[in-house]
């Protein structure tokens, strides 16, 4: 995979496919975000560069609750590729 913006682009469009809200802010986050499942926001640390983000969007995914079917087939089939990469880690 390659880490550029528009792998992050796609990796965020299946977040918020799923009617999450992402938002980019400074703060100490020990892993790189902080879920608010109350209202459905993901908040990344802004200081990470694009690999950093789209490495912390992966590992957040299996946390996140994902409407499989809500999702485009592309979205699908980028989502399903992910999982199988995060399996096998």
Do not use: W
């Amino acid at each position: 995979m390659k880490f550029t913006q528009h792998t992050l682009d796609k990796i965020e469009k299946i977040v918020e496919d799923c009617g999450y809200v992402i938002r980019y802010e400074r703060g100490t986050f020990q892993s790189g975000y902080c879920i608010l499942q109350a209202r459905s926001v993901v908040v990344l640390n802004k200081f990470l560069q694009t690999e950093g983000r789209i490495n912390t969007l992966i590992e957040l995914l299996p946390q996140l609750e994902i409407n499989f079917d809500a999702l485009t087939h592309e979205s699908q089939k980028l989502y399903t590729e992910l999982m199988a990469v995060e399996e096998h880690k």
